[in-house]
Nanobody, 121 residues
């Protein structure tokens, strides 16, 4: 079994901050990268930020300078510090882990259940 459990979502006013966490557990062989995606109603899921186990990061242009992704490899946990939140950031945020898993010879991605982030104006 593989589980990615997110926490930290909620309701916040524009300009506020939230910190999301995602912990992976289960039949892990190796996690190469973890990231955060988001999906607003009626829109496609989009990449927010990703971090490799080596520490390399990439951010969507819309969140650069406001969001920071970090990780604790020993805990298989990724964090997303979200500052200066805007109403446009409102979405369900999903954690993703990409790597090797017990029972599969190929790399696979697993998704968390999603956590709602709502930014009011």
């Amino acid at each position: 079994q593989v589980q990615l459990v997110e926490s930290g979502g909620g309701l916040v006013q524009a300009g506020g901050s939230l910190r999301l966490s995602c912990a992976a557990s289960g039949s892990i062989v190796r996690i190469d990268a973890m990231g955060w995606y988001r999906q607003a109603p009626g829109k496609q899921r989009e990449l927010v930020a990703v971090i490799t186990t080596g520490g390399s990061t990439n951010y969507a242009d819309s969140v650069k300078g406001r969001f920071t992704i970090s990780r604790d490899n020993a805990k298989n946990t990724v964090y997303l510090q979200m500052n200066s939140l805007k109403p446009e950031d409102t979405a369900v945020y999903y954690c993703n882990a990409d790597g090797l898993w017990v029972g599969s010879p190929n790399r696979l991605s697993y998704w968390g259940q999603g956590t709602q982030v709502t930014v009011s104006s």
